[in-house]
């Protein structure tokens, strides 16, 4: 079998994969929730999700440095990755001794067409179709908010960056009905004051910083005039599966800001 990337690279298969490796936390929850975890043969240290599932599974470090020859032992059929979350050249390195899937999700369609490819990997097309149907359904019972706030969503601090267009997380904010304060694409680096007096709402995430009640407090008292809502990461940022999950996450929020 003959399958092309997200980065337009040939993947062949000689079958559906009877083992992979995941080097993505939102690909490692979708396979589970594919009832592919038999098949998942290793996880990066930060795959945390579903835990009961994945908690005795090897782990062969990060996204972006993976212990490439712990992968080589383990033998997998696949290795199945992100773009965004993973290294370019140690992907490479691991393509030359096993089969690399690569995903580049940048919006909520790519997010679903993920799972439409898992499942067509793994021969597992009919529960990844009932997945996308619930997701959507989720996503269209959404009630728009009667506050469009203008959001700025910070990603890190020291230096501080932000997500952009062209990022999972600016889809995520478009898809509650609000508006993203960065025009530039990708994570930029900002001018903090800049961008918080463009915004009427700063998000304040779990990850990949973790922004803490104290940091909250004191953005809060030096923009009095600004509200601040640290909220759940993972919703935002995590795709696949995951985002059925972040439906319900985002209706309440948009609740408790109303």
């Known amino acids: 079998m003959q399958y092309f990337d997200d980065l ?27 009832a592919l975890e038999k098949n998942l043969k290793g996880v990066t240290d930060y795959c945390r999700h579903p835990y009961h599932l994945i908690k005795r599974k090897p782990r062969v470090g990060g996204p972006k440095d993976p212990d490439i020859e712990k992968i080589k032992q383990l033998n997998p059929a696949l290795v199945l990755a992100s ?6 050249k140690a992907i490479k390195a ?34 990844a179709l009932i997945w996308i149907s619930d997701i959507e359904k989720a996503f269209r019972k959404l009630k728009q908010p009667k506050t469009p706030f203008k959001v700025l969503y910070p990603v890190w601090k020291n230096p501080w960056m932000a997500a952009g267009k ?23 680096k900002i001018n903090l004051e800049d961008y918080i007096n463009k915004a009427d709402l700063i998000l304040l995430p779990s ?24 909220v759940d990461g993972e919703m935002f940022g995590w795709y696949g599966t995951h985002m059925l999950e972040a439906a319900a996450y985002f209706e309440e929020m948009v609740g408790k800001l109303a």
């Open 8 to 34: 337009k690279r040939e993947v062949k298969l000689k079958e559906a994969p009877k083992t992979v490796v995941s080097l993505c936390p939102s690909i490692t929850e979708t396979l589970c929730d594919l």
């Open 83 to 88: 773009k965004e979350e993973s290294s370019q």
């Open 94 to 127: 691991l393509h030359q001794h096993v089969p690399c899937y690569v995903f580049d999700i940048k919006n909520f369609e790519d997010a679903l067409g993920m799972i439409v490819q898992i499942g067509e990997l793994f021969s597992r097309e009919h529960d």
């Open 166 to 188: 062209n990022t999972f997380i600016d889809s995520m904010i478009t898809k509650i009905g609000f508006s993203n304060v960065i025009e530039e694409n990708a994570y930029p």
């Open 207 to 230: 990850e990949p910083y973790e922004f803490n009640l104290s940091e909250e407090k004191e953005l809060q008292s030096n923009y009095t005039e600004k509200k601040f809502l640290r």
